[in-house]
């Protein structure tokens, strides 16, 4: 008898890469676009439609969720989650893609390990501390850290 | 000449589901109860004891400890921490379970992704924010943010 | 045609370990040192010149990077990361390991889960809360909890 429940398995499929991409498994990613000499670490999860541009890093343990678009030469911390649901009818917005939310990331972007971020905009060069909560739209380079997240 | 430490594998090994569950493997999923409809995603420990109600969700990297029961239609997010030790005595307690906290998670319950949820109950239909640190009982539905979590 | 990215896979190698070490697979050490009797979970990175004292206990989603020392006695939480390189200069130091900092946790020093810790030293006894986001030494024996961490 086959046990009751549905086991699927990691893998890494339909993703466009540039050169040089280096994958640690295991990790989930797919439908996603990294690219030239970019690093993706061990139990990460990106999911579809996330565009990773030109060597940028995401460490161990990160999720990138659906609706992420990051920049060139970023640095994405170990533990790192991206939102798209915020929760604003009291709940998760399920199968209703209409209520979630995009995040752009630009370029030179560094963000700390266990950062959490919502959906925002963060601006080119700027710094997320180590176990910040990123709320609201970043658009002044600087050094960001708390919970919410707040200039230095 | 074997190695000199001891390796053993995550598995998903004695649960109990109801319909239609999905597991996505690595997971380490042992002595729990899932429901139906239950989704687990990938990079998740659920421990003994837990028992989890129909179509609830648990996502990637989160890790629910025993002595946590959560209801149905709740929505745990990734990087989500439960704790049922909270170094009371000034350490771990180790085996000594008599020091283990529980925790109860009601219906309609939303966890926002890296929340951590110490040994607490959490009311019906509460939105917990991503990043938040709950420490205390949540007795009345609302959102609640920050570390500590406070109701926004 | 072979995919246009180079896959990785985590592994346990080269590590040097006392008596009674447990790890949990997946799991991702290299060139660390653990004492007798340590426990490390599934999906955790031990980076390496790591040293971990006997009796620690490491557990699932962590990660310890290079130029992290671990007493005895100590218990690392859930999905507890350590850093090494503070963005100091604006952002990642990159391969310049002289930006990098060291972090020393004494003897006996319990670690909340998702929290995490800059480079600081953390002496014997102390107590880390869940969540809490450790950015100076502790030099003092008590319960540090908060973004930034502060005594309780």
């Given at each position: 008898m086959p046990p009751p429940y549905h086991i699927k398995q990691t893998s890494i499929r339909d993703i466009t890469c540039g050169k040089n991409v280096v994958i640690v498994e295991p990790a989930n990613l797919y439908e996603c676009k990294l690219g030239d000499d970019c690093f993706v670490g061990p139990f990460t999860e990106i999911q579809k439609g996330v565009e990773i541009g030109n060597r940028t890093r995401v460490q161990s343990h990160s999720f990138i969720c659906e609706l992420v678009t990051i920049g060139e030469d970023c640095f994405v911390g170990h533990g790192v989650m991206f939102i798209n649901?915020?929760?604003?009818?009291?709940?998760p917005a399920g199968?209703?893609?209409?209520q979630w939310k995009s995040t752009q990331i630009g370029n030179h972007v560094s963000i700390g390990s266990n950062a959490t971020i919502l959906p925002v905009s963060i601006c080119d060069g700027a710094v997320i501390g180590a176990g910040a909560v990123v709320t609201k739209d970043i658009t002044e380079k600087g050094v960001y850290v708390g919970n919410p997240a707040r200039k230095l």
């Open positions: 649901d915020t929760f604003s009818s009291g709940g199968g209703d893609r209409s």
